[in-house]
């Protein structure tokens, strides 16, 4: 099984009980294969409620941490000024969750090859990159 880097929308699925969170990432603890990057973790504590703290610390304690490279951020850095150019707004930590992952090499099993909910925007990187990134699940 690939390692997986989640998104903090999926993050949050779990966090309020969504099924299809708990049933994608449960497996994927019990071998060690989860992954959040440090921007997920900022995202959950700058929208955390104090009730809600233990059990997202539970959950970050849960996965592998991901941080942000030079190589990530110059990635994340073109990603952005490319779609800029072309009109489109992306987010940095978007771009830099996105290039981590492709940096990274994070996946997951083929039906599921990714989970980050901006299949859009990934897919514009794979265009920007010439080459295969991970690809992603979308569930909005």
Same mark, same amino acid.
């Given at each position: 099984?690939?390692t997986?880097?989640?998104?903090t929308d ?5 966090l309020r009980g969504e099924?299809y969170a708990?049933?994608?990432?449960l497996?994927?603890w ?5 992954y ?6 900022y995202?959950l ?6 009730k809600e703290r233990?059990?997202?610390n539970d ?5 592998l ?8 951020g110059?990635k994340a850095?073109?990603?952005k000024?490319f779609? +800029?150019q072309k009109?489109?707004t ?10 981590t992952?492709?940096l990274?090499?994070?996946k997951?099993?083929?039906?599921m090859?990714?989970?980050? +909910?901006? +299949?859009?925007?990934?897919s514009?990187?794979?265009r920007?990159?010439k080459r295969r ?8």
């Amino acid at each position: 099984m690939q390692t997986v880097l989640i998104d903090t929308d999926v993050a949050i699925d779990f966090l309020r009980g969504e099924s299809y969170a708990r049933d994608f990432l449960l497996p994927l603890w019990d071998v060690s294969r989860a992954y959040l990057s440090v921007l997920t973790i900022y995202e959950l504590y700058a929208g955390i409620k104090e009730k809600e703290r233990e059990s997202t610390n539970d959950f970050i304690g849960a996965c592998l941490i991901e941080p942000v490279s030079q190589q990530i951020g110059a990635k994340a850095g073109e990603w952005k000024a490319f779609y +800029r150019q072309k009109g489109i707004t992306l987010t940095a930590i978007d771009c830099l969750v996105a290039s981590t992952a492709l940096l990274q090499g994070h996946k997951s099993p083929p039906e599921m090859s990714g989970i980050i +909910r901006t +299949r859009n925007f990934l897919s514009a990187c794979h265009r920007f990159e010439k080459r295969r990134i991970p690809e992603v699940i979308s569930f909005s």
